[in-house]
């Protein structure tokens, strides 16, 4: 299964692993791509902030970081969430922890399909995206 789940530094499972992996399967299809193997790592908001000032240079929490090590036949990544951050955001966009996750979940495989949200227009047509796949969730 090209679709890895682990924790680190924190205990967390999963729920709906099979129906998950097969929802982010069939959003990289759309794409005609192929999943190499991608990997989700749930951590805590500590260790993503660590991260993201060992690599990216920046000193903010942040609920997901994507590392990319795709080549031109497939998408290799290690995708790092914070669950402590989605649970944060769940409750403060008023959505439930398994939607925001959800979205924080596909906003990282978007990412590796060439999806940007660093100015106005990257981030609106990232949200539709995110949108428009969590609709395909089954």
Known sequence: MPVHYF???????????P??????????????KKAGEINFIFSSDEHLFNLNKQYLKHKSYTDIITFEYSTDK??????????????????????TFE????RVMVHGVLHLLGYKDKKPAEKKKMRTAEEKFLKQLP
Do not use: G
Request: hydrophobic share 35%; net charge positive; glycine share 0%.
């Open 7 to 17: 924790s680190q530094d924190i205990r967390f499972t999963l729920k709906n692993k």
């Open 19 to 32: 129906r998950v992996t097969k929802w982010l399967l069939t959003v990289i299809r759309s794409h005609r």
């Open 74 to 95: 497939e998408l290799l990544s290690d995708i790092f969430i914070s669950v402590e951050r989605v649970k944060e955001n769940a409750k403060k966009f008023k959505t």
């Open 99 to 102: 939607s925001e996750l959800h």
